[in-house]
């Protein structure tokens, strides 16, 4: 089944968005690709940063719009500690939905494993994902793989992604996905990332 949808969108109020990335092109980029429902969600990655405000400001932006797409204002927020969302918490109940970032590691402030192996690493975010769900993530992005472009080991070299992959518990994998199937958090397959490790990712998809 086709799902005409995408929640993982940018504007220019992200470093990674593009210049003309403003809510109307982004609204009007998903009604041209035929979208029925597309999700803004900016990004809020450190504590106290302030960025709270940029979220309304989208809400206020979407409410210029004529469009008969469902548009959702929310946040990808990336998660400082198992316990510690980088928004603000009064700030949670004006998000349509939160994009919930486990594997941040090369965000200032969020918390990596002190063993900076690649098993720490990938036993680090299941209990970072495993976190997220009791946050109440509506979505985890780029899950598993993104790790190896984010963390080094203690001696600064690159993490080795197929060691990363290897080491995850499959037992905790299938228990993280049973706890977010019954809360209703989803799991992001971004195609950047599964690329090249379409074993591994055909394997869990089946766990």
Request: glycine share 8%; with cysteine; hydrophobic share 45%.
């Amino acid at each position: 089944m086709l799902i005409h949808q995408n929640m993982h969108t940018h504007t220019r109020l992200s470093y990674c968005g593009g210049r003309d990335s403003t809510v109307a092109n982004t609204v009007a980029e998903a009604e041209s690709v035929g979208l029925s429902l597309v999700g803004i969600s900016d990004h809020i990655d450190v504590v106290e940063s302030g960025r709270e405000v940029l979220m309304a400001q989208n809400r206020e932006e979407l409410a210029l719009i004529d469009t008969d797409i469902d548009v959702l204002i929310g946040s990808e927020i990336s998660l400082v500690d198992p316990d510690t969302l980088a928004i603000a918490p009064e700030c949670v109940d004006d998000l349509d939905y939160m994009l919930v970032s486990a594997n941040h590691f090369h965000v200032p402030g969020v918390m990596n494993p002190d063993d900076r192996s690649e098993a720490s690493y990938a036993d680090w975010f299941l209990t970072m994902a495993e976190g997220a769900i009791n946050l109440g993530a509506s979505i985890i992005p780029h899950p598993f793989s993104y790790i190896g472009g984010l963390a080094t080991r203690n001696h600064g070299a690159p993490l080795d992604i197929l060691a990363v992959l290897a080491a995850y518990n499959r037992g905790r994998v299938r228990k993280l996905f049973r706890r977010a199937a019954e809360v209703g958090t989803a799991f992001e397959m971004n195609p950047g990332h599964v690329r090249g490790h379409q074993e591994f990712f055909g394997e869990i998809l089946l766990i």
